[in-house]
Structures are given as structure tokens and as C-alpha cells.
């Protein structure tokens, strides 16, 4: 109930701020680059199993940083009248991103993504599986100053993970365990 009640009150705020933000546009916020919450959501996975540890209030108190992924185009280089000109290509953007994520005492973020990366290639058998079993979306929210509307969403469709970095243990250092995730990509969406 309090969850109905508080995503209605967000969504009447979101719709007040884009009306005023209509006829004063000056004085729109810049974002925060510490406002933001990521999850993964596996509605599109047929297997629904590779997101079980994580649910959507989980995976946003692990998260240390995310990137936007960069977005570029070619360019074709054309000679007109002895200038030089170019016009856009093809999308030649990298298809990944990184995440940094807190671990905790009992590894649960580089369990989940080991098990993750283990189910895609078993290095025993070398047996993978298909694409619609082992991709799940990653939503990475945009959030204004209050925490309370949602400025932006970008989503990352069918991701899986490629690369799990190392984890550096150290007698010397007393911070929290990071682990370092690189996520593949088929397409980006952003969401206004």
C-alpha cells in the first residue's frame, strides 16, 4: 500500500515539475551525479534464476558507481569542390559499461556475478546457453535533488556480464570490498 501511495505521489510530482519546467525552463536543477539508483530487471529472461539474489532493493544499496555508455558515430570523409566534408556513419559505440559494487562479508556480489558468468560458459563442460536465458535488462535512474521523481532512465537491453574484475585484498587498507563488473550490451534506451 505504502509503495502504491508513494509511486502515485512520485509520478503527480514528476508531472508538476515537467508543467512548471514548461514555462520556467531557467530554472531547471543541474543533475547530481551521486543521485541515481541501478538495478537489473529480469522480466525479458526466460530464466529467471540469475537474478534471484538481487531484488530491486538489494542491488541499489551495492551499487559504488555506474557510467552512462559513451555513444559514437563514423564519419565518412567526402571531397566536395576541393573541401573536405564528412557525414555521419554507422554507430561505432562501444556495447559495454562498468559498474563498481560493494561487497559484503558473505561475497554476495561476486558470488552473483560468478554464478552469472558460470551459467552463460561452464568451464568444466565448455556447454554455454542461449541468449534469452542468461540477459537481463539493467535500469540505471536518474534522480532530482528530494530523491523523489526520476529525471531520466537509461536502459541497457540484454546485458550480461563479460569481464569480473580482481578484488584486491589488503592488510594495509581498511575500505569497504569493491568489485569491479564489466557488462556487454545489444542496445541502449533513454527514457525522459
Not at 539508483?37 to 555506474?66: C, D, H
Not at 556475478?113 to 565448455?126: A, I, K, L, P, V
Request: aromatic share 10%; proline share 3%.
Amino acid at each position: 500500500m505504502a509503495n502504491k501511495l508513494l509511486k502515485s505521489l512520485t509520478e503527480k510530482i514528476n508531472v508538476v515539475r515537467r508543467v512548471r519546467n514548461l514555462f520556467r525552463p531557467d530554472n531547471i536543477e543541474p543533475q547530481r551525479e551521486y543521485m541515481f539508483e541501478a538495478y537489473f530487471n529480469a522480466s525479458g529472461a526466460k530464466n529467471r534464476t540469475i537474478i534471484e539474489i538481487f531484488t530491486e532493493a538489494q542491488i541499489r544499496l551495492y551499487v559504488k558507481s555506474a557510467e552512462f555508455p559513451s555513444k559514437t558515430l563514423a564519419q565518412i570523409p567526402m571531397n566536395y569542390l576541393g573541401t573536405k566534408i564528412s557525414y555521419t556513419g554507422k554507430d561505432n559505440s562501444e556495447k559495454t559499461t562498468n559498474l563498481t559494487l560493494w561487497d559484503d562479508e558473505a561475497s554476495t556480489v561476486y558470488t552473483f556475478f560468478s554464478n552469472w558468468m558460470r551459467m552463460m560458459s561452464n568451464e568444466y563442460s565448455g556447454k554455454g546457453t542461449s541468449k534469452s536465458t542468461h540477459r537481463a535488462n539493467m535500469i540505471l535512474r536518474l534522480k532530482d535533488v528530494s530523491d523523489l521523481a526520476t529525471t531520466k532512465e537509461i536502459h541497457l537491453i540484454n546485458c550480461y556480464p563479460v569481464d569480473l574484475g580482481k578484488v584486491n585484498l589488503s592488510y594495509e587498507a581498511s575500505q569497504a570490498l569493491e568489485v569491479q563488473i564489466t557488462l556487454a550490451f545489444d542496445f541502449m534506451r533513454v527514457i525522459h
